[in-house]
């Protein structure tokens, strides 16, 4: 990075804001924490992004040792973008920043959510019930297109998730980010189905993962008791 860009401070936060502290560059950490994307998968997650100040950020990550450029074998064949091994070391400052601000009501013009958002809180906030078996799901985000499929394996540990949906899930959740984002916490389908969504399998299943979400908001954590909102519950 450019030295006149730089902190120049030999602190380990200053050194760690001279590589990450570019405007976009954590968020494309964040869109890589779940696997690796292609550029226009980068653009659908980060719509406000104009295609050179990601194309800078991508560069600079990359140069950094933060990000790297593979090409995959056919029949794929495309570019993608991974984090390396250090770059992957990013994770919990990214999900503690998320959780922090979370105590802050998100602002009107803070509204879009991106799908590895809404699923990453899934992987940060699951709470695991040991006594209950492995059960693997399949979630569409309708309004993401092809970049909102998952796959989610709830174990007595945590919750995994991936870009990769199981080929026998236990059940099928097809619905929209902001519905998802509604129902995490509560025991109740109906307002998940009475927003659209269609549950294909085992519902429990489902209840499982949406009950045992539980995103913190801003009156669990914010002294001013404001809610944060469906939108501002997410990393």
Known sequence: MPIQRGYRQACGVARGLDIV?????LLVVRELLLGPK????LQQALPTASPNALSDRLRELADAGVVRRRQLPPPGNVRVYELTAWGRGL????VALGTWALAAPPTVEQVFVSADSAMLSIRTFFVPMP?????????ELRDHGPAG???VRLTPTGAEVTHEPP???HAVLITTTDALLAAFGSHDLARLVAAGAAIIGDPEVVRHLVAGTRVPGATDQHSNGTP???LGRTV
């Not at 292609?38 to 998968?41: A, E, G, H, K, L």
């Not at 994770?91 to 990214?94: A, G, H, L, T, Y």
């Not at 006594?131 to 979630?139: F, G, H, N, S, V």
Request: glycine share 12%; net charge negative; aromatic share 10%.
């Open 38 to 41: 292609r550029f226009t998968d």
């Open 21 to 25: 502290g570019e405007r976009w560059a």
């Open 167 to 169: 080929e026998k899930p």
């Open 131 to 139: 006594e209950r078996p492995e059960a693997t799901l399949r979630i």
């Open 228 to 230: 944060g909102g469906t």
């Open 149 to 151: 499929v998952f796959g």
């Open 91 to 94: 994770e919990p400052i990214v």
